[in-house]
T-cell receptor, first 114, second 110 residues
Framework: DTEVTQTPKHLVMGMTNKKSLKCEQHMGHRAMYWYKQKAKKPPELMFVYSYEKLSINESVPSRFSPECPNSSLLNLHLHALQPEDSALYLCASRPGGGAYNEQFFGPGTRLTVL | GQQVMQIPQYQHVQEGEDFTTYCNSSTTLSNIQWYKQRPGGHPVFLIQLVKSGEVKKQKRLTFQFGEAKKNSSLHITATQTTDVGTYFC??????????FGKGTRLSVIA
């Protein structure tokens, strides 16, 4: 299995809702990432998990809460989001160990906040 | 931190023409990666360059890393409609493992 899967594909939520995004990989990768991508912009790093521990938080608002239950799974919990949080949320993974490894991206969750 | 500038922002070419996108960094890069994102898709890794002056080829794609490791280019020979998408360079910056350039959006007119 050489892919990263993400669910759901699309999500529409109100500003008072609580929802979660899910990412899964079975490649044995030990580093996992959350990115946010607005239309016609590059992906922007949000969080990095390395060996299931949060290693980087790029000053992301607390309404986004990441979780790494195990080495294959990465969640992003969403609460009280704003319309400007509407974007494509991408998960990625890489083998971990060694500085220079490609990142494998999932297909993303397209989020709309009303 | 390091900033990765990428030009041009857009490029429209006739099918069969060549295409080049350029990346410039304000600081020396330990490595640079290139990704392609098709319309409606997700970034897909193309290549990683590590060595000063490195040149790598993948069929019609040629990737170069500058001698000073501050710039890089991607050249596509004889573009095809399947080359359509946005090409991003990306490199590490401080503690951030990957910072993406703004990307070059390529459209190919058949």
């Amino acid at each position: 299995d050489t892919e990263v899967t993400q669910t759901p594909k699309h999500l529409v939520m109100g500003m008072t809702n609580k929802k979660s995004l899910k990412c899964e990989q079975h490649m044995g990768h030990r580093a996992m990432y959350w990115y946010k991508q607005k239309a016609k912009k590059p992906p922007e790093l949000m969080f990095v998990y390395s060996y299931e521990k949060l290693s980087i938080n790029e000053s992301v608002p607390s309404r986004f809460s990441p979780e790494c239950p195990n080495s294959s799974l990465l969640n992003l919990h969403l609460h009280a989001l704003q319309p400007e949080d509407s974007a494509l949320y991408l998960c990625a993974s890489r083998p971990g160990g060694g500085a220079y490894n490609e990142q494998f991206f999932g297909p993303g969750t397209r989020l709309t906040v009303l | 931190g390091q900033q990765v500038m990428q030009i041009p922002q857009y490029q429209h070419v006739q099918e069969g023409e060549d295409f080049t996108t350029y990346c410039n960094s304000s600081t020396t890069l330990s490595n640079i990666q290139w990704y392609k994102q098709r319309p409606g898709g997700h970034p897909v890794f193309l290549i990683q360059l590590v060595k000063s002056g490195e040149v790598k080829k993948q069929k019609r794609l040629t990737f170069q890393f500058g001698e000073a490791k501050k710039n890089s280019s991607l050249h596509i020979t004889a573009t095809q409609t399947t080359d359509v998408g946005t090409y991003f360079c990306a490199g590490p910056s401080g503690n951030t493992p990957l910072v993406f350039g703004k990307g070059t959006r390529l459209s190919v007119i058949a």
